[in-house]
């Protein structure tokens, strides 16, 4: 099965995990930026439970010099366009553009960045795709305002929205709104700036918090489309498909109702535009009535209008259900938890390495919503180590994708629209769950470690030319 002629061959990546310059040319800081990297990290985004009233300056963590892509992304890009990228999913750093969330003005320095990103990738052909909201907000918004329960910042982002659609829309066809919203149920600081002490451990704020994050989402599916008749907006979930551990129907059901809860709920009302009729009783299961959602009837017609037109997510892992009880081992590190599926290796960090179900995933997101597919985010995370002849030779990476992308092919034989794939860190950047760098996805190694030491040197890995052969080929050449 060949690949469709336009299809978007390219990689992805976050401001806050790449970027750096975080406190350059006005920039506000982010929630991100309030958190450290190394083993305390990951309980605080589950947890989430840390004391970020200390002082301010107290966060300068290695993790926030990203790759400092802000002074080389001329290079970075050409590295891209040198694989033959034709899109590069990257994110604005909502901080840069209004530093506190709250202001009238955007900061004209942070736009002219991203004009700057944006001008070079079109001089290489490369269609920018940008996430309006990755895993990071402006710090304030979740520090004076209590993240997105508060409705207010429906408005700020909207403002925010509309202001950078304006500025680039003449260049940018595809926006992302929130990258993967529904993981708020793992991670609400991330998704949703919710603490323990604002409120993330009441399931009915990360509810409020999803329903105004859609509202918001809905403006900026507005705003993009009277900018620009062609734009294209996406949502942005991340999707682990997920399978009953036997054919015991109690395990049947409960992966029924993990999917609904989990891969569905956002996508429902993102893409169809209404409410799934399972919520009222999802509400009930995590201990509130739909009487206490704040949800007024403008905004439903809001949500109803401005359905996105696509849907993208990511996709790493797969998850197995055992609600009986019987199988006891768990699998460490999976992020969506769930139990041990014996037919599947696990990478380093726990992750489930499931290519099939990568075209399981597409056939259901196709049956379920028939829109077009882009996968935004796919990879293995590993440790690179630079062999004696100063060359990083990462088979297992080129395994691990040649495997996925297979598996593509297969979902477009079975007729599923898949519009683009752009793999995860397509150069190395600093990793989401760890703020570390040794956990790297690149095709593209960055001199750098978890202390923040290193030259910054990029060097073009094995995967590097073997994904360069893939996109001149279309996807031919495995
Ligand atoms: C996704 C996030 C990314 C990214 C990726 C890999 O969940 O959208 O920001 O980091 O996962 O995760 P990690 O860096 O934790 O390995």
């Given at each position: 099965m060949k690949f469709p002629e336009n299809f978007l061959w390219g990689g992805a990546t976050a401001a806050n995990q790449l970027e750096g310059g975080y406190d350059l040319d006005g920039r506000g800081l982010s929630v991100d930026d309030a958190l450290p990297g190394g083993k305390q990290r990951m309980a605080i985004i589950a947890g989430p439970n840390f004391d970020w009233t200390i002082d301010e300056q107290q966060y300068v963590y290695p993790n926030h010099q990203g790759i400092d892509f802000y002074h080389h992304y001329k290079k970075d890009i050409a590295l891209f366009a040198e694989m033959g990228f034709k899109a590069y999913r990257f994110s604005i750093s909502w901080s840069r553009i209004f530093p506190q969330g709250d202001e009238q003005e955007p900061n004209e320095a942070g736009l002219q960045f991203y004009d700057l990103v944006i001008t070079e990738c079109v001089k290489h052909h490369i269609q920018p795709v940008i996430t309006l909201s990755h895993y990071e907000m402006p710090l304030y918004l979740a520090k004076h305002y209590g993240g997105w329960k508060n409705k207010q910042l429906i408005g700020f982002f909207k403002h925010y929205a509309e202001t950078v659609i304006k500025r680039y829309s003449d260049r940018v066809h595809y926006w992302l709104t929130f990258n993967e919203i529904n993981s708020a149920a793992h991670f609400p600081v991330l998704s949703q700036g919710l603490i323990q002490q604002n409120g993330a451990n009441e399931p009915r704020n990360i509810f409020q918090a999803w329903h105004n994050q859609f509202v918001a989402s809905a403006y900026a599916v507005k705003a993009a489309h009277e900018a620009n008749p062609d734009a294209q907006v996406g949502n942005m979930i991340i999707y682990a498909t997920s399978y009953a551990y036997d054919a015991d129907p109690i395990n049947q059901l409960a992966n029924l109702k993990h999917n609904q809860a989990f891969n569905f709920y956002c996508a429902d009302v993102q893409v169809r535009g209404h409410y799934p009729s399972y919520a009222p009783a999802l509400f009930k299961e995590n201990g509130f009535t739909e009487s206490d959602l704040d949800r007024t009837s403008d905004e439903l017609a809001l949500l109803a209008k401005y359905h996105v037109d696509f849907i993208s997510f990511s996709y790493y892992m797969s998850s197995a259900i055992d609600a009986?009880?019987?199988?006891?081992?768990n699998i460490s590190g999976n992020l969506m938890g769930g139990v041990k599926n014996p037919f599947l290796s696990a990478s380093e960090w726990g992750w489930q390495i499931d290519p099939t179900g990568l075209r399981i995933a597409l056939n259901e997101l196709n049956d379920r919503y028939q829109v077009p597919l882009f996968i935004v985010e796919n990879g293995l995370g590993a440790r690179d180590t630079v062999q004696a002849d100063g060359q990083i030779h990462d088979d297992y990476r080129i395994n691990y994708l040649r495997a996925h992308i297979k598996a593509i092919q297969d979902a477009l034989a079975d007729g599923v629209n898949i519009i683009g794939y752009t793999p995860w860190g397509c150069i190395d950047l600093v990793s989401a769950s760890t703020g570390e760098m040794s956990k790297r996805y690149g095709f593209i190694y960055v001199d750098l470690d978890d202390q923040g030491r290193g030259t910054l040197k990029r060097t073009r890995k094995d995967s590097f030319y073997w994904y360069q052969k893939v996109i001149t080929t279309n996807g031919e050449t495995l």
């Open positions: 009986t009880g019987r199988v006891t081992e």
